[in-house]
């Protein structure tokens, strides 16, 4: 309950500021300086909206499609961990966290075969040779992330977001994670079905990520780039690179991610 508070204050305090109208010319200085093929994307829609005149969806979606070959985001369905009923349909079970990830989701080329954090792709990005039912092993699909040195990018998130995060755990063994498989059923279209184990993780004591510190320490060191736009929030990052970063700090306090 405390570390919740904790968490409620830290957000409030990191939007302290409204968005307020954004001169698209100054996004656009920003996108263009990544020249990426592939992007992993954790979008607000709320402050784009705030920011911007339009479909805030088609308005973003438009920037990121004018600039990168490939459009990668979170399609994480954490209901499969539950005991009723496990089955993942890669159509039709929609990402939960997110309006963004929820329209996305419609138009994908592309979406991974893991049952609970699936990833959702717009163009030629694949993960074809990983391990889709292991989430955060070396070999599955967020190792491929890493290897590659993936970019990532939020637009209008409250604070730095990186679904890698999960991965930076697991991978470095941190104490309060713990492995845990899923039986259930997957659907790959209307018909075709098998009964899969999926391979996550769960969290074995009550932690919450020190976002802030996080993002202080690392645009200090200059492992994230930080824009504000008249209170519209961007961060840029690589996937191999922030874990890299974080290897040194990990390796002297396990917890330095949630204290």
């Not at 088609?58 to 004018?66: G, N, P, R, T, V």
Request: proline letters at 3%; one cysteine or more; charged letters at 25%.
């Amino acid at each position: 309950m405390i570390q919740n508070r904790v968490a409620m204050a830290l957000r409030k305090r990191l939007r302290s500021g409204s968005v307020g109208p954004v001169d698209e010319t100054d996004l656009d200085a920003i996108l263009d300086r990544y020249s990426d093929d592939a992007v992993f994307v954790h979008i607000g829609l709320s402050d784009i909206n705030a920011a911007f005149e339009g479909d805030p969806f088609e308005f973003i979606l438009q920037k990121l499609e004018a600039r990168f070959e490939s459009i990668l985001n979170p399609g994480f369905t954490p209901s499969f961990r539950k005991d009723d009923g496990r089955i993942y349909h890669k159509q039709y079970s929609a990402p939960r966290f997110g309006t963004f990830s929820s329209l996305f989701h419609k138009g994908v080329d592309y979406r991974t075969n893991d049952a609970t954090n699936s990833i959702l792709v717009r163009g030629p990005y694949r993960f074809e040779d990983c391990d889709h039912h292991n989430t955060w092993a070396t070999d599955g699909c967020f190792g491929a992330l890493d290897r590659d040195n993936v970019l990532y990018l939020n637009i209008g998130t409250d604070w730095l977001t990186a679904s890698q995060l999960h991965y930076i755990e697991w991978y470095y063994d941190l104490p309060y994670v713990d492995a845990v498989d899923y039986d259930g059923v997957i659907y790959y279209d209307e018909t075709s079905h098998e009964q899969i184990s999926q391979r996550s993780h769960e969290y074995c004591q009550q932690v919450s990520w020190n976002r802030s510190k996080i993002a202080e320490e690392f645009a200090a060191e200059g492992v994230i780039d930080r824009y504000n736009c008249n209170g519209l929030r961007l961060f840029a990052f690589r996937a191999r690179e922030m874990r890299e970063a974080l290897a040194p700090k990990l390796a002297t306090d396990p917890y330095y991610l949630v204290t």
